[in-house]
């Protein structure tokens, strides 16, 4: 069979079964034009605008093709405007090389392929889980060891009748890794519940062999028997070390160096709580900004419509526009390319009228716009004018696809500034000689001066810019709605139609475009909030039953100073005091760790906040206030018992 794509017809040779969803293409139809078809790419390599798939030899190593890169351009890359073809390849340009396996999780290019995921989240992912569970382990560690002293005869009668320290340490692991059994059982439970919820929160599509497949087991059973071992291993060490003679003597104080292990424990514990509650707090911060901040223009209500530059002429596109512009609803409208958010960028050489030498100019970034542009973005004029839609002068390509003359340019602030003017006014009429990757280098008049717009991500740094009115480039509808747009954009589609019949609708909206940008930040912010919440709540249990072990412990003790006077006020201080020290200790700890990862995870933006010295006390103050709350609940339900009973308390 035939179909009709853009004009052109192309004959249906083959169906492929659909593309599975562990892959970053996204096609429906490919098309093949011949042998020649690629001409326009090869004929000028000064824009980056295809990809290239190719298979090594078996045992070929990548690497020698990368040393191979300068040579191979140099003997095949050919610039079609004439004053390009005195720069040599390789001194202009490179080539990157990617496996298909690392698409996915591993690119680093300024233009991806396609959208994919990050390889830092998965290890913020691991790493996060990881430390959660070396923190319920500590708890594991810390209630045994402090439970020992309730054991001590218990074990020390096992010695007597002969068994021996292999057959005690064997024993308490056993009893650790049927705990990890249990629970084991459980979170399989759990995570076959919960998996799809949590996949579709990070934004991750579970595959159809997704599931609990025999690796996936195995790797999850391993990682808990060795936590379990982990976790047990220290306190069956303790326990079986008692000497029969020292148990059966009374002599059931705990050894100093436990105690001290055990402060140690919970110090890391708060140490890594605060860290991540620093940290999480930072990330929404900066995230914040990044959705918030002044980009120099307006997102609100502008849809953009992708095609345009199908129009068969100049005067198609205008037609539509006008129709368009009549639409009650339509506040503005006009035709672009590289709009925000969408990751491409153009640059050009500007040179002033005169200049020698091929390195001479400043390169800026060139967005094609038509007139109206700045009233669909918002984009303040700050000298001279905007384009006109009546003057045709103001079009830089002409009917015969050639430079119109010396066509108008308009720049922004920081394009000023490279340029070498001071003010504004002084650029206005100036000519420069204008080099692209399209056409010969011409001559450009600057008409006027426009606020700094930042089209790109706030990850690099916003920079000099021009507007040339070149409909050659357009593949944009760009409209500003004057209100809720539900009711234009079925219109809007009808007319579309009417103009360009061989593209489909296709329309998005600036603001979803904009925030698909920081959807990876997004997320990042949400798992470390929530998983630092997690970590605190199990540190906040840690110190919760060892409160409550060790204050029960200690009931004849609270007896004994309640005989002596003491009030129950004085017998809470004493205990928060008691295990306030680690906690407070790791909040000193926690401060310049969490600065020093926090500030060179900011080092990836080009704007980004400071460090917030009110979210480290407030963080510090927090975790030491809740743990204040957990210790003297625990001390205040013994303290208020009536002394008679703590003193008969064994």
């Known amino acids: 069979k035939t179909l009709g794509v853009n004009g052109t017809d192309y004959m249906v040779t083959g169906i492929m079964e659909n593309l599975p969803q562990k892959t970053h293409l996204d096609v429906e139809i490919l098309l093949y034009d011949g042998v020649r078809a690629h001409d326009i790419d090869f004929i000028d390599w000064t824009s980056a605008r295809l990809y290239s798939y190719f298979i090594l030899h078996e045992g070929a190593n990548i690497e020698i093709i990368r040393q191979d890169t300068a040579d191979f351009l140099d003997r095949n ?16 340009m490179d080539l990157t090389y990617r496996p298909i396996a690392d698409i996915h999780l591993h690119q680093n290019a300024q ?62 692991l056993s009893e650790a890794i049927m705990l990890m059994a249990f629970a084991f059982i459980i979170a399989m439970a759990f995570t076959e519940l919960l998996a799809p919820l949590v996949f579709n929160w990070i934004g991750v599509e579970l595959t159809s062999s997704g599931g609990f497949n025999l690796e996936f087991l195995a790797i999850s059973l391993g990682a808990s028997f060795i936590t379990a071992l982990a976790a047990g291993l220290y306190p069956a060490l303790h326990l079986s070390s008692k000497s029969p003679a020292d148990t059966f003597s009374g002599g ?36 914040r900004l990044a959705t918030t901040m002044d980009l120099g223009f307006s997102d609100e209500r502008v849809a953009a419509y992708w095609g345009v530059g199908a129009a068969d002429s100049a005067q198609t596109q205008q037609a539509l526009i006008e129709r368009v512009r009549q639409i009650p609803g339509v506040a503005s409208v006009s035709m672009m390319a590289q709009l925000p958010g969408a990751g491409s960028q153009n640059n050009v050489n500007l040179k002033a009228i005169g200049a020698e030498g091929n390195t001479a100019g400043t390169r800026i970034q ?22 006109d839609l009546n003057r045709l002068g103001d079009r ?26 001071k003010n504004a006014e002084d650029a206005i009429g100036k000519v420069f000689q204008m080099q692209d990757y399209i056409f ?31 409909y050659f480039f357009f593949n944009a509808m760009v409209v500003k709605f004057a209100q809720n747009p539900l009711s234009a954009q079925q219109e809007i589609a009808d007319i579309w139609l009417d103009y360009i019949p ?48 060790n204050v029960e412990r200690r009931t004849k003790e609270v007896g004994i100073r309640k005989v002596f006077g003491a009030k129950v006020i004085d017998i809470v201080k004493l205990f928060v005091w008691q295990f306030s020290k680690p906690v407070i200790w790791a909040v000193l700890a926690a401060w310049p760790i969490a600065g020093l990862l926090i500030n060179n995870w900011l080092e990836s933006y080009a704007y980004r906040i400071d460090l917030l010295p009110l979210i480290f006390i407030s963080a510090g103050a927090s975790v030491l206030l809740v743990a204040w709350a957990t210790i003297a609940s625990q001390a205040a339900k013994v303290a208020m018992r009536n002394p008679i009973h703590a003193l008969r308390h064994e």
Do not use: C
Not at 77 to 86: C, H, L
Not at 397 to 419: C, H, K, Y
């Open 111 to 172: 233009n991806p392929i396609s959208p994919g995921g990050s390889i830092t989240l998965v290890y913020g992912f691991a790493g996060i889980a990881a430390l959660i569970m070396v923190m319920a382990s500590i708890n594991f560690i810390n209630l045994s060891t402090a439970n020992a002293s309730t054991r001590e005869k218990e074990i020390a009668i096992h010695k007597v009748v002969g068994a021996s320290r292999k057959q005690l340490i064997f024993r308490y």
């Open 396 to 421: 830089m390509i002409d009917e015969n696809n050639e430079v119109n003359g010396t066509p108008p340019v308009i720049i922004n602030e920081l394009a000023l500034t490279s340029l070498g003017f």
């Open 440 to 470: 010969d280098p011409h001559n450009v008049e600057i008409i006027g001066v426009v606020k700094n717009a930042h089209f790109q991500s706030i990850h690099s740094e916003a920079g000099p810019m021009l507007f040339a009115n070149a």
């Open 77 to 92: 890359a050919f610039f079609a405007p004439e004053s390009w073809q005195d720069y040599t390849p390789s001194d202009v």
């Open 252 to 287: 059931q104080a705990q050894a100093p160096r436990v105690a001290k292990f055990r402060i140690g424990l919970v110090f890391f514990q708060y140490t890594v709580s605060i860290i991540l509650v620093i940290a999480a707090a930072h990330f929404y911060m900066q995230t």
């Open 502 to 549: 061989d593209v489909a609708v296709y329309q998005t909206f600036l603001t979803d475009t904009l925030a698909e940008q920081y959807a990876l930040e997004e997320q990042q912010t949400q798992v470390f909030g929530v998983f630092s919440a997690l970590a605190v709540v199990i540190a906040f249990l840690g110190i919760f039953g060892l409160a409550a072990f």
């Open 366 to 387: 060139a967005v094609a716009a038509d007139a109206d542009f700045e009233k669909v973005l918002e984009i303040e004029l700050v000298a001279g004018r905007m384009f």
